[in-house]
């Protein structure tokens, strides 16, 4: 089967760095989205990856490691805005989206 | 403004009573999808569509239907509504049919069925 697991809950301080991981396990792979969800609101894009390695964008950077079935969403700076869901959703061999249940980030002052 | 809108945002019904939730998006984008999210778990894909009069079952289809006549919108049909159907609602929608693309989120419809 399909599986995507995220830590349902993390807390982390204001000025800080946090790291939430995703572990998956899919029928193929065309890559990995984060997506971040305020409370009541829509989720907005993050970013996407396919290749291995850590792509940097601004404050939040995403890794891929496609063998160990792996990445991970790095938060540094951390301000209070950041306090949201982050969901991680794998492109599985059918080009369809899978979606981890997502990671509730509380930031402490 | 680029976006995805959603009608209506909130609403609260009976067990029966059919309803239609309405999408719209104004960015031509080909691919729309609908998702419904429950506490503690992912989003869940209902029905998706890849260009006008092609939609395709997701991974959670039984007791909602479809319709896409016009590229820019997509609605969700509820023809008989039960509790099990009370969740947030999202409609979707990215540039191409493949799933690699951004998508672009509606704000969400809160479905309550009494």
């Known amino acids: 089967g399909q599986n995507i697991d995220q830590p349902t809950e993390m807390t982390a301080t204001e000025g800080a760095i946090v790291q939430i991981n995703c572990t998956y396990q899919?029928?193929?792979?065309?890559?990995l989205f984060w997506y971040q969800q305020h409370a009541g609101e829509a989720p907005t894009f993050l970013s996407y990856?396919?290749l291995d390695g850590l792509e940097e964008k601004g404050r939040f950077s995403s890794f891929l490691s496609r063998s160990k079935g792996y990445s991970y969403l790095l938060l540094k700076e951390l301000q209070m805005k950041d306090s949201a869901s982050y969901l991680c959703a794998c492109v599985d061999s059918n080009y369809q989206l899978i979606w981890g249940a997502g990671t509730k980030l509380i930031i402490k002052p | 403004e680029a976006q995805v809108t959603q009608n209506p945002r909130y609403l609260i019904t009976v067990t029966g009573k059919k309803l239609t939730v309405t999408c719209s998006q104004n960015m031509n984008h080909e691919y729309m999808s609908w998702y419904r999210q429950d506490p503690g778990l992912g989003l869940r894909q209902i029905y998706y569509s890849m260009n006008v009069e092609v939609t395709d079952k997701g991974d959670v289809p039984e007791g909602y239907k479809v319709s896409r006549k016009e590229k820019r919108n997509f609605p969700l049909i509820l023809e008989s509504p039960s509790p099990n159907q009370t969740s947030l609602y999202f409609c979707a929608s990215s540039s191409t049919s493949e799933a690699y693309n951004e998508q672009f989120f509606g704000p969400g419809t809160r479905l309550t069925v009494l």
């Open positions: 899919t029928s193929g792979f065309n890559g």
């Open positions: 990856n396919v």
